[in-house]
C-alpha cells in the first residue's frame, strides 16, 4: 500500500501548496494596497479571483477525474499553478495579477478532489473520511505556513520575490504525481455519458443541502481567516501585522486539527449529521465572542480564533456523506459540486466583506493603505454569522448515511 499511500499524500501535499497561495495575500494586503492605489474592495475582489477560478473548475475537475483518472490531471495543473505564481509575481499591473490569481486557482482546484479520488479509488469507505480530513489538515498547514511565514517573507524581500518563490512548489508536486500517482480505475464514454452523470448528481436535493451546510460552516475561515482577520486583529485588539497574521493562522491550525478529528469521531461514531453540528456548537459561540464580545487578553482571543477554525472543520463530513448519497461512480462530480459552493465562500465573502468596510470607511489614509475600524469589520462580518446560521439549518437537514453508500 506505499505506492497508494505516496499518490493520496501527493494530492493532500498539492492542497498544502493551494493553501499557500490562498491565504498569502492576507498578509500583503497595506503592501498590494500601496502599489495599486486601491481599496479593501479591490483587494478582496483580487484575493476572490483564487475562488472564481477554484470553485468554477470544481465541476469540471470532478466530471474529468471521473472519467480520465488522477495522475495526468494532478502532474498537469500542478505545472500550470506554479506557472501562474511567475504571472502574477512579474505582472507590473493590477489586471496581470488579478490574471494570475484566477489561474491559480482554478489551476490548485484539482488538488482536493485529486486527493479524494485516490483514497476513494485505494482505500477503504471506512478510512475515506478519515484521510479526507487529513488532507483538509494539510491544507491548513499550508495556510498557516502561508500566513505569519510568508509576512516574514514579505518583510524581508518584497511581495513580488515571495510570491515567485512559490512557484518551485508546483514543479516539486509535478514531478511527484508523475512518480507516484496510479489510475486504478477511469471511466468511459463521451461528452453525453459526463453530462447525464452530473444531471443525476444536480438532481438529487440532498446533494444542494449538503453543499450549503458546508458553505455556511466554510465561511469563517474563507472570510476571515483567508482575508480579513488579519487586519481586524489589528483594529480590534491591537497586534502588530505579524502577530496578527500569526493569531489568525490559529484559526487555519484549528481547522486542520479539526479535521482529521472530526473525520475520525464520524467513523467512530457511525454517523455523519451528529459531528457536524458538533462543529457547529463549537464555532458559533467561539466566532460570535471572537467578533462581538468584550476587550480581552490575547492568550484568549488565540483560543477563541483556533475553536472557531476547529468546529468549522467538521464540514470535511460533507464531502463522504455526499459520496454516499450518489452514485460511487459519480463520486468525483458530487465532491466537486460541493467543493464549488463550499469553497466559493471565498469569492462570496472576501470582497463582499471589502465592499462592506469600503461603505463603512472614514476617509482615513496612513502611507496610502485605508484603514479600517474594528467598528467597520464587526459590521461587515454580520455577514458571516448569517451564513453560519443558514449552514447550520441545512446540516439539520442533511440525510444520516451511516456512513454507508445509499445508492448502488
Not at 198 to 208: E, G, H, I, K
Not at 327 to 335: D, K, R
Request: hydrophobic share 55%; glycine share 14%; net charge positive.
Amino acid at each position: 500500500m506505499l505506492l497508494p499511500f505516496l499518490g493520496w499524500l501527493t494530492g493532500a501535499l498539492f492542497f498544502f501548496y493551494a493553501w499557500v497561495l490562498r491565504v498569502s495575500p492576507s498578509v500583503m494586503v497595506e503592501e498590494l494596497m500601496r502599489d495599486f492605489s486601491v481599496g479593501g474592495a479591490a483587494i478582496g475582489n483580487l484575493s476572490a479571483l483564487y475562488f472564481y477560478g477554484y470553485a468554477g473548475m470544481q465541476i469540471p475537475v470532478g466530471l474529468m477525474i471521473d472519467r480520465f483518472g488522477p495522475r495526468r490531471l494532478l502532474a498537469v495543473s500542478a505545472l500550470v499553478c506554479g506557472a501562474s505564481c511567475l504571472l502574477a509575481a512579474w505582472s507590473p499591473t493590477l489586471e496581470g495579477v488579478a490574471l494570475g490569481r484566477f489561474l491559480i486557482g482554478a489551476s490548485a482546484a484539482f488538488s482536493l478532489v485529486g486527493a479524494f479520488a485516490v483514497a476513494g479509488q485505494w482505500f477503504p469507505p471506512t478510512q475515506f473520511a478519515l484521510l479526507g480530513g487529513l488532507a483538509m489538515a494539510a491544507g491548513m498547514a499550508g495556510g498557516v505556513l502561508g500566513q505569519a511565514p510568508v509576512r516574514l517573507l514579505v518583510e524581508a524581500n518584497g511581495w513580488r520575490p515571495t510570491v515567485a518563490m512559490t512557484a518551485i512548489g508546483g514543479v516539486v508536486i509535478a514531478l511527484m504525481a508523475i512518480a507516484f500517482v496510479r489510475d486504478k480505475t477511469r471511466g468511459s464514454g463521451g461528452l453525453g455519458s459526463v453530462l447525464g452523470g452530473l444531471a443525476t448528481v444536480a438532481r438529487n436535493p440532498q446533494t444542494w443541502l449538503i453543499s450549503l451546510a458546508g458553505l455556511g460552516a466554510n465561511g469563517t475561515l474563507l472570510g476571515f481567516g483567508g482575508l480579513w482577520g488579519v487586519p481586524f486583529m489589528g483594529a480590534a485588539h491591537g497586534l502588530e501585522p505579524a502577530k496578527a497574521a500569526f493569531v489568525t493562522s490559529l484559526l487555519i491550525a484549528g481547522w486542520g486539527c479539526g479535521a482529521p478529528f472530526f473525520g475520525w469521531l464520524s467513523g467512530f461514531m457511525g454517523r455523519r449529521r451528529a459531528p457536524f453540528l458538533i462543529g457547529y456548537a463549537i464555532t458559533i459561540p467561539s466566532f460570535l465572542t471572537l467578533v462581538y464580545g468584550p476587550p480581552l487578553p490575547t492568550e484568549a482571543v488565540a483560543a477563541l480564533t483556533f475553536l472557531a477554525g476547529f468546529g468549522g472543520a467538521a464540514q470535511i463530513v460533507c464531502f463522504a456523506t455526499v459520496r454516499e448519497v450518489n452514485p460511487p461512480a459519480l463520486a468525483g462530480t458530487a465532491i466537486g459540486i460541493v467543493n464549488a459552493l463550499v469553497t466559493g465562500t471565498g469569492a462570496i465573502y472576501q470582497p463582499l466583506i471589502g465592499w462592506l468596510l469600503d461603505r463603512a470607511w472614514s476617509g482615513t489614509l496612513v502611507g496610502g493603505a485605508r484603514i479600517y475600524t474594528a467598528a467597520d469589520y464587526r459590521v461587515a462580518f454580520g455577514v458571516l454569522v448569517c451564513g453560519l446560521l443558514f449552514g447550520l439549518v441545512c446540516a439539520l437537514l442533511m440525510r444520516e448515511t451511516r456512513c454507508r453508500p445509499l445508492v448502488a
